[in-house]
């Protein structure tokens, strides 16, 4: 057992140092083009809305969720596109899939990207069709950088929001899951045991994506990881899941939230079944 707790240590320490790397370049990479897509997005056609807020989604952490809600409030996204975008969030979960599998992490995001695309288009019609109900507030408002100097960007967004907030957390739930799968390998066999739930988990995966909470779908990342579980239930869960960047949307509007969650719930669950159907 000391052997497994040293070896979960280890590797949980190497995989936080690699995501508060990665989270300070893609913050960097967010204030630098803060306004700019307001703007970009102002002047565009709705088809843009969803090539660029699924982009935005597939940027690993909170930032693309929480930018999207954004847009969505102020005016400049569709709710499809709002929808399809939290389809392709992956939270600060991504930074531990690239640390983990960054081959496989990467072509994830890239399917994410395109789903998240096609479910905005799909969600808009179904909206327009079916007369669904959504966002009535929104203004067309845009966001503004925020530019206070360096100590002010190294306490408030490297210190404050990623160490504090994000990184502890990350690293808590990482040295969880692994500690969780290393002991199910050693005592529990979960080689054997865990084949013959795949499906099940797969529907368990799309449930606990309806948390809005980063960490608890870092369990799914480590069965994967540790080649326990198909690509079909880490997708699944992945669509269905969006870290926290549903927490500003449940402050704003919880009738909309609860919306998102439930098309992403029905597509998570369909592109998923059609992926395990295909040996995935």
Not at 220 to 225: E, H, K, M, S, V
Request: glycine share 8%.
């Amino acid at each position: 057992m000391y052997t497994i707790i040293l070896k979960v240590i280890s590797e949980t320490i190497k995989i936080s140092l690699l995501v508060v790397v990665m989270m300070i370049v893609v913050d960097v990479v967010n204030v630098w083009t803060r306004g700019k897509i307001g703007k970009f997005l102002k002047h565009g056609k709705q088809f843009r809305q969803y090539i660029t807020s699924s982009l935005i989604g597939t940027i690993p952490g909170c930032i693309g969720g929480f930018t999207n809600v954004s847009l969505y409030i102020h005016g400049m996204i569709s709710f499809g596109a709002l929808v399809g975008a939290m389809a392709a969030v992956s939270g600060d979960e991504a930074f531990v899939m690239l640390a983990m599998f960054p081959k496989t992490a990467i072509l994830l995001f890239a399917i994410l990207f395109i789903i998240g695309i096609i479910i905005g288009w799909i969600t808009d019609w179904a909206v327009k069709k079916w007369h669904i109900p959504t966002c009535k507030d929104c203004q067309s408002e845009l966001i503004h950088p925020d530019h206070k100097g360096i100590k002010h960007y190294i306490k408030e967004h490297i210190w404050k929001h990623i160490v504090k907030r994000h990184l502890l957390k990350t690293a808590l739930w990482t040295f969880g899951a692994l500690l969780i799968v290393e002991i199910g390998l050693h005592f529990w066999n979960l080689e054997t045991l865990i084949p013959r739930y795949t499906l099940l988990l797969l529907f368990v995966s799309a449930f606990i994506g309806l948390i809005p909470e980063s960490g608890p779908h870092l369990i799914f990342i480590t069965l994967f990881a540790n080649g326990l579980i198909p690509f079909s239930v880490l997708l699944t869960s992945s669509i269905v899941q969006d870290g926290h960047g549903m927490l500003p949307m449940l402050a704003y509007s919880v009738k909309d939230s609860l919306l998102i969650k439930g098309f992403n719930m029905l597509f998570g669950l369909t592109i998923g079944l059609i992926v395990y159907s295909l040996g995935w």
